[in-house]
């Protein structure tokens, strides 16, 4: 997960995921900082996925 750059999160839990990342970035002066990027992709085995990132 270090190289790269773009996640997925089950949908509908986007919003919860980015908040504790970067509540534990801050808890631990990490510089790290996660957004959503409000687009989703669907696949036909895993369902529904909502992507971010984080630099």
């Avoid at 949908?11 to 002066?29: D, S, Y």
């Amino acid at each position: 997960m270090g190289n790269s750059e773009t996640f997925g999160v089950e949908k509908g839990h986007g919003e919860k995921i980015i908040t504790w990342l970067n509540k534990q970035a801050k808890l631990q002066n990490n510089k790290l900082e996660a957004r959503l990027y409000n687009y989703e992709i669907s696949t036909k085995n895993f369902g529904d996925f909502e992507m971010f990132s984080w630099m």
